[in-house]
């Protein structure tokens, strides 16, 4: 399967953004997904994900109540709603998709990426 997020971009502390993850060559309803992302100088770092049948999420602490993951099947496509944006939320953000069914927050346990889409928080 192959991943395209997109949806970054520039915005101001408090405000919001939505990302996409779309998926082509395979079903995304085949996966459980996920978000990381990497700030500049930083690991890779996970922020949220989805089981294969939506019914389980996960989120990292730093964007619990902020962050709200989801996912449309049908339109072979996940989303990331990041509300009450941060400084420290800049980072590229990069979507995956992992060979299981349920709710995967290790990195090394996601058989596919995308490219990413670069977030930036002003103060």
């Known amino acids: 399967v192959q991943l395209q997020a997109s949806g970054g971009g520039l915005v101001q502390a408090g405000g919001s953004l939505s990302l996409s993850c779309a998926a082509s060559?395979?079903?995304?309803?085949?996966?459980?997904l996920g978000w990381f992302r990497q700030a500049p100088g930083k690991e890779r770092e996970f922020v949220a994900a989805?089981?294969?049948?939506?019914?389980?999420?996960g989120y990292a602490d730093s964007v619990k109540g902020r962050f709200t993951i989801s996912r449309d099947n049908a339109k072979n496509t996940m989303y990331l709603q990041m509300n009450s944006l941060k400084p420290e939320d800049t980072a590229v953000y990069y979507c995956a998709a992992a060979n299981t069914i349920v709710v995967v927050s290790t990195r090394g346990r996601y058989d596919y990426w995308g490219q990413g889409t670069l977030v930036t928080v002003s103060s």
């Open positions: 060559g395979r079903p995304l309803s085949s996966y459980s």
């Open positions: 989805i089981s294969r049948s939506g019914e389980s999420i």
